[in-house]
């Protein structure tokens, strides 16, 4: 979805000229993969860790010497990895369809943003995990997901919109790790703002998944005692 969102926006809002076409380009594939995180925590993590908790897996290794640990490791690093790997699918229409070139240490700039920016949107997908039936979980997954692209400004402009929607839009983690990577590609210096803001997120949403989890897992273990 957000490859097809790349090349439809990039060759319908051509609006400009050329220089700040090719810069145009190049944002609007930071907010791309900002967007292709955000749908692979919300939809995808949340998913897979609501389906293997109902069908009594979770359970079932939280109850064996090694616990769960490993299983919430391979599932984060399984979403990762696919994210990464739509960023090298972003670049490489980027490249061929609208002439957006990177050097060496931006990419991996690029890279390293995504990975970290994409922890609060993990942590965000395991939290959702716990609801009661895939139905709520899939209605609050849409309306996560979408609000959350349209006000951080993944999807057009941030500045177009109400000042108090702006507000909301910009302590927002999806925000700040957008704001890095506009940044990084177009050369500018990192702002430390943002680089606190993704940090506090990630504090905040470990903070309350790790509680959230141990809830759950006492809940679990009395259902299983009983």
């Not at 500045?159 to 506009?182: H, R």
């Not at 309350?208 to 273990?221: A, E, P």
Request: proline share 4%; hydrophobic share 50%.
């Amino acid at each position: 979805m957000p490859a097809g969102f790349y090349l439809l926006f990039t060759k319908i809002m051509i609006v400009g000229s050329g220089p700040e076409m090719h810069q145009f380009y190049m944002t609007y594939m930071g907010s791309m993969i900002i967007y292709s995180g955000v749908i692979g925590a919300v939809f995808g993590v949340a998913t897979i860790l609501k389906s293997d908790r109902d069908k009594g897996l979770v359970l079932f290794l939280q109850m064996t010497p090694t616990g769960s640990k490993n299983y919430y490791i391979s599932v984060y690093t399984i979403t990762v990895l696919l994210n990464l790997c739509a960023v090298i699918v972003l670049g490489i229409l980027a490249r061929f369809v609208n002439n957006v070139n990177f050097s060496l240490e931006q990419f991996a700039v690029i890279l390293l943003i995504v990975l970290i920016g994409q922890i609060p949107m993990i942590l965000l997908g395991t939290l959702m995990s716990y609801f009661k039936t895939q139905e709520t979980l899939s209605v609050a997954s849409n309306l996560i997901a979408f609000p959350l692209a349209i006000v951080s400004g993944l999807w057009w402009p941030i500045n177009t919109m109400p000042d108090w929607l702006q507000g909301i839009g910009k302590v927002m983690p999806t925000y700040f790790a957008n704001n890095l990577l506009e940044k990084t590609m177009l050369h500018g210096e990192l702002d430390l703002g943002d680089i606190y803001g993704i940090i506090t997120w990630i504090a905040i949403m470990f903070s309350i998944t790790i509680l959230v989890v141990k809830i759950q897992q006492k809940k679990g273990l009395r259902i299983s005692e009983a």
